[in-house]
């Protein structure tokens, strides 16, 4: 189980680079940036919000606690693409309900999973 959880965090970690390397073909490099703007859906009310974080804020949207930990983008094409490492822990179960990378171009890739609520990347900031 161990191995598992391991390889797991393994793949994640370089996955924002494996994709845009398959998506552009060449591999010219990821810039960090200051924040990212994320979308939020209230599935029941049928509510979309938009999330302005900075790197390190927490935000609450409704039950769900979601922090960004960093956002990254093609150096040479910043509206390209955004991959964003977030923590969402959800305060009514008391669990963490996702950890890892979300990225813009491919949502349902790595995707929070929660009942009512759906969260995704948009794109990086710098301001």
Same mark, same amino acid.
């Given at each position: 189980?161990? &191995?598992?959880?391991? /390889? $797991? +965090? #393994?793949?994640? *970690? &370089?996955?924002?680079?494996?994709?845009y390397?398959?998506? %552009?073909?060449?591999?010219?490099?990821?810039?960090?940036?200051?924040?990212?703007? /994320?979308?939020?859906?209230d @599935? &029941?009310?049928g509510?979309? $919000?938009?999330?302005?974080? @900075?790197?390190?804020?927490?935000?609450?949207?409704?039950?769900? @606690? +979601?922090?960004?930990n960093?956002?990254?983008?093609? %150096?040479?094409?910043?509206?390209?693409? #955004?991959?964003?490492?977030?923590?969402?822990?959800?305060?009514?179960?008391? @669990?963490? *309900?996702?950890?890892?990378?979300?990225?813009?171009? $491919?949502? *349902? /890739? %790595?995707? /929070?999973?929660?009942?009512?609520?759906?969260?995704? +990347? &948009?794109?990086?900031?710098?301001?």
């Amino acid at each position: 189980m161990r &191995i598992f959880k391991f /390889l $797991s +965090v #393994a793949v994640m *970690a &370089i996955l924002p680079a494996a994709v845009y390397a398959q998506e %552009s073909g060449v591999m010219t490099g990821l810039a960090d940036a200051s924040g990212a703007q /994320l979308r939020g859906l209230d @599935k &029941i009310n049928g509510i979309a $919000s938009d999330i302005a974080l @900075k790197t390190g804020q927490s935000v609450t949207y409704g039950t769900l @606690k +979601v922090t960004l930990n960093e956002c990254r983008y093609p %150096s040479e094409d910043p509206s390209s693409n #955004a991959f964003a490492h977030l923590t969402i822990f959800d305060n009514q179960t008391n @669990k963490q *309900a996702f950890s890892g990378w979300m990225i813009a171009s $491919s949502p *349902a /890739l %790595s995707a /929070l999973d929660n009942q009512r609520y759906d969260v995704w +990347v &948009i794109r990086c900031t710098n301001s």
